[in-house]
């Protein structure tokens, strides 16, 4: 058994406990708490994916390890927001899902290893913009639902419950700034792919290929639609989950049936 994962379950788990009992409480959750419990599990969330995508001089990179480092990506990120800005409805979201994948790592059995030798230095970068872009634009969707929230309790006029989080126009400012650094990573990531990926277009990329495209367009649709018309509020929301929803399927669909349902 990892134990690394098994002490980031538990904290994870402390941590999300401890934001949601205190979650509509006046003065808000005690961050110091929540952010002590999160940074230890963090620490042993990241022990125990060195230990599996480093090992035999490879990276491993099948899709329970992906979904474990983009996880703990996204985790330190809204962490590192969270000791500026009010983000306590993203917390337990983001440290729920972490702490729920590092059980689930104590108990998937080891699928077909799929080696990423260190000098493929095009293709590493290809994979990493990929990642970058997938955790920022996730990021950015969870914001929306944040905005979408905030936006529903003004209009209701149930102003206590948002009392204990950040002014509206800050956080949509924050979801479009965020938006548009996941959008030029993605856009990045798929110009690297096109460039220096042979079979980028093979028959057994292509759905990939075009989801992630399809997505790409989204983004760039939503971007231009707020700044040129003013979108916001459940357009932008919904359009926002449309596209990632395809960069998911994009990324993960394909593997999983291949790595889990065919294996």
Not at 33 to 44: C, E, K, T, Y
Not at 52 to 72: H, K, M
Not at 225 to 239: E, I, N
């Amino acid at each position: 058994m990892d134990t690394y994962s098994l002490i980031a379950f538990v904290c994870y788990l402390l941590a999300t406990a401890a934001i949601v009992s205190r979650l509509f409480h006046p003065k808000g959750p005690n961050l110091i708490l929540v952010l002590s419990l999160g940074s230890i599990a963090m620490v042993a969330h990241t022990l125990s994916n060195s230990h599996l995508l480093l090992a035999d001089n490879e990276i491993n990179f099948n899709l329970p390890n992906v979904i474990s480092l983009v996880s703990l990506v996204i985790t330190l990120t809204i962490s590192a927001i969270a000791t500026r800005f009010k983000v306590s409805l993203l917390l337990p979201v983001v440290y729920g899902f972490a702490g729920i994948w590092q059980l689930l790592m104590l108990f998937i059995p080891n699928v077909e290893q799929i080696p990423l030798h260190a000098e493929k230095l095009f293709l590493i970068s290809h994979i990493t913009l990929a990642l970058v872009a997938y955790c920022v634009l996730i990021i950015a969707t969870l914001y929306s639902f944040q905005v979408t929230y905030i936006n529903f309790k003004l209009k209701s006029k149930n102003i206590a419950a948002v009392s204990h989080l950040p002014p509206l126009m800050q956080v949509e400012r924050q979801l479009f700034t965020i938006l548009a650094i996941g959008t030029l990573c993605l856009l990045a990531s798929e110009l690297t792919g096109l460039i220096f990926i042979d079979r980028f277009f093979s028959a057994e990329n292509i759905h990939k290929t075009l989801l992630s495209l399809i997505a790409l367009l989204i983004y760039i649709f939503i971007l231009w639609g707020h700044f040129s018309k003013g979108w916001r509020g459940s357009k932008v929301l919904t359009l926002t989950v449309i596209a990632t929803s395809l960069l998911t399927l994009s990324y993960f669909g394909s593997r999983f049936v291949k790595e889990f349902l065919l294996s």
